[in-house]
């Protein structure tokens, strides 16, 4: 009897390795991925527990990168797809560069959904099968000083829903993960060192994935983790966009940290 597969992208560091460790405690073999080199390291401690793990380095962000990692699964039914693979990017928008500003929007949207396309055909043909995506509680309001990133997860969040709509009746279920601040190395990457969110106390990533993964299990729609971004949440379907852009500048502006300290 060999074990039901699951791939997971961006699965290096922070939420998406833990979510690896969810998928091994769980008795799935992977297939991980992500642009760095570490992904080999993190195939090597998810090894210990006795499942199959291949690990691919690519950039997720190209159709090439997505296809040599669908290459590696060798034709085996995927029973569960943790599309989590994102990139952030701090600073006013007129300000970062512009092949930055891309990457994102390749990584977070064009690679995400080229994956759950591929991945999902095949599911739908088969009748069965999991998808979780990672989205945001960013994608909930205008993101000052992330105004692109905050703008992907939206999209993230927003199709999450919809594809999971659209197949209701296939066997496939689709539950959108929304964390808040998590302890990652993201806010290092996205260069918010030196902002109030960047520098405050964030749920831990383990504690994220251990949400995402279970309500991926049950099938629900969607899941905000931490009772404190669920708040945020529905304070953000209450408040004008104008109101929630002003709240985000305060946690995003370059320089925040230094005042947040006294």
């Known amino acids: 009897m060999t074990n039901q597969l699951a791939i997971v992208t961006g699965a290096s560091t922070g939420i998406g390795y833990e979510l690896a460790k969810c998928c091994v405690a769980h008795g799935f073999d992977l297939v991980i991925a992500a642009d760095e080199p570490e992904i080999m390291q993190a195939a090597d401690s998810l090894r210990a527990?006795?499942?199959?793990?291949?690990?691919?380095?690519?950039?997720?962000?190209?159709?090439?990168?997505?296809?040599?990692?669908?290459?590696?699964?060798?034709?085996?039914?995927?029973?569960?797809?943790?599309?989590?693979?994102?990139?952030?990017?701090?600073?006013?928008?007129?300000?970062?560069?512009?092949?930055?500003?891309?990457?994102?929007?390749?990584?977070?949207?064009?690679?995400?959904?080229?994956?759950?396309?591929?991945v999902g055909r095949e599911m739908r043909d088969r009748g069965e099968g999991r998808i979780l995506i990672t989205g945001s509680i960013a994608g909930f309001m205008p993101g000052t000083f992330q105004a692109v990133y905050n703008g992907t997860k939206a999209l993230l969040d927003s199709f999450s829903y919809a594809l999971r709509e659209e197949l209701k009746d296939s066997g496939v279920s689709v539950t959108c993960l929304m964390p808040g601040p998590t302890e990652t190395e993201f806010f290092e990457r996205a260069d918010l060192m030196d902002t109030k969110v960047g520098t405050e106390k964030k749920q831990?990533?383990?504690?994220?994935?251990?949400?995402?993964?279970?309500?991926?299990?049950?099938?629900?729609?969607?899941?905000?983790?931490?009772?404190?971004?669920?708040i945020q949440t529905t304070m953000a379907n209450l408040l004008p966009n104008t109101a929630l852009a002003e709240q985000h500048r305060k946690m995003a502006e370059p320089g925040t940290a230094r005042s947040s300290q006294h």
Not at 91 to 116: C, H, K, M, P, S
Not at 221 to 228: E, L, N, Q, S
């Open 49 to 118: 527990s006795g499942v199959k793990v291949e690990a691919v380095e690519a950039d997720l962000a190209t159709e090439e990168g997505v296809d040599k990692l669908y290459a590696a699964v060798g034709g085996r039914p995927v029973s569960a797809l943790l599309a989590n693979a994102g990139r952030g990017l701090g600073r006013a928008f007129l300000d970062q560069d512009f092949d930055e500003v891309r990457f994102v929007i390749d990584t977070n949207v064009t690679g995400t959904l080229y994956l759950v396309h591929r």
């Open 204 to 230: 831990p990533a383990a504690e994220v994935a251990k949400v995402g993964f279970e309500a991926m299990i049950s099938g629900d729609a969607g899941v905000v983790a931490g009772w404190k971004n669920k």
